[in-house]
Every structure is written in structure tokens, then in C-alpha cells.
Nanobody, 119 residues
């Protein structure tokens, strides 16, 4: 299977920025649709963003409101989530995931990286 390892989480003050990374063990990383989900304390896991194989199409949840950018570097087998203007409500564990094709279920998930935004 594909192993996904997130990194880049941490503590940041409101209004600050973080860039999350998700490194994949699979050399065929470029064939996967990648996504980010998050789970805040006491809430269900929710969709954040997706990006197609070549990065041509990106999709964001409404709450992103232009603050986040998903990107990928297939040469590095890595997907990123740049998060700007972070707010307290963005506090969550962020999970990277991968699907074999657009519209398919996410077959692989990382362990998550914690983002904590202080007020």
C-alpha cells in the first residue's frame, strides 16, 4: 500500500500561516488524486481540499474562503496545504489522503498532523 506521512503542523497564532506536507512512499504518486481532511476537537472529520493528478483541478471546502492553497510536486511525491490567515476554528488534526481516480473513495490515509491556532 501507499504510506502517507503528514508534517508541518504546530502551534500558530491567529492570523499566522503554516504549510503542511504529505510525503508518499509510492513512486506512482503522480497517478493519485490527493486530498486533505481535518477533524477538530468534538467534531466529525470534514473535507478541506483535493487536487488532481497533474494539479490541473483543485477543489476547496467553503470554509477555506481563499485562505488555503493545495498543491503537489510529483517529482518529490509530496502534496502540500498552504494555510494563511489561520483562525482558532482551524484548529484540528489534518489528514492527507489518496484516491486512485477522480470520484473514487480515498484508499489511503496518513496519521494526521495537529494544527493548533491560538486566539
Amino acid at each position: 500500500q501507499v504510506q502517507l506521512v503528514e508534517s508541518g503542523g504546530g502551534l500558530v497564532q491567529a492570523g499566522g500561516s503554516l504549510r503542511l506536507s504529505c510525503a508518499a512512499s509510492q513512486r506512482t504518486f503522480s497517478t493519485y488524486v490527493m486530498g486533505w481532511f481535518r477533524q477538530a476537537p468534538g467534531k466529525e472529520r470534514e473535507f478541506v481540499a483535493t487536487i488532481t493528478r497533474n494539479g490541473g483541478i483543485v477543489t476547496y471546502a467553503d470554509f477555506v474562503k481563499g485562505r488555503f492553497t493545495i498543491s503537489r510536486d510529483n517529482a518529490k511525491n509530496t502534496v502540500y496545504l498552504q494555510m494563511n490567515s489561520l483562525q482558532f476554528d482551524d484548529t484540528a488534526v489534518y489528514y492527507c489522503c489518496a484516491a486512485r481516480r477522480v470520484g473514487a473513495q480515498y484508499d489511503y490515509w496518513g496519521q494526521g498532523t495537529l494544527v493548533t491556532v491560538s486566539e
